[in-house]
């Protein structure tokens, strides 16, 4: 499987030190207000549940699967709500997680229906964010870090379902995805 990395390029120490430094910013400014975490499968697996260990105060988590890449590499503009959040959230104050923002169109359309539903306020967590690639402007509260336009796998994010169980974040090789050499 590593065989398949090009370059490794946040470490597990790099992962940790930034999951730090956002849980204490969270913590901050959401004491008192028990937030309701919500980590957008499956990509965040990994990052939600080491944010949430670093935020100390008050929350409750949930979770929600959304697909809209199914095995490619690009978007395919459709985002389908596999499994949804278990409870009203009308008067909540929502922090959706997420592994990397990229086109925006899964945050979009996610941030939209959670908003139709009477939340008091929503915030997004994420960890990467490739900005060359945005087709609709999303609006991020807390964000790990911006990246260039390079696959990147591990620490929960996948190409075809594989990777997602890497320690540290790497750039995958193009041969592996059919891509030109460089
Ligand atoms: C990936 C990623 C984000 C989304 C970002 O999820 O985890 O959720 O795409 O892309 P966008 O900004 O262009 O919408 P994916 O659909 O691959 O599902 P997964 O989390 O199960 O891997
Ligand atoms: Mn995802
Ligand atoms: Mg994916």
Redesign the pocket.
Known sequence: MRDDIKEVYFTEEQLRDKVRELGARITEDYRGKNPLIVS?????YIFMADLTRAIDTPCNVDFM??????NGTK?SGE?QIIKDIAQPIDGRDLLIV????????????LMQILAARGANSIRLCTLLS?PE????D?NVDYLGFEIPDEFVVGY???YA?KY?NLPYIGILKPHVYGGEGE
């Open positions: 957008v499968l499956k990509g965040s699967v959304v697909s809209s890449y199914g978007t985002v997420e592994d990397i923002l990229d086109s925006g169109v899964t945050l979009h359309y490739k690639r945005r087709k609709i999303v929960g994010l996948d379902e997602r």
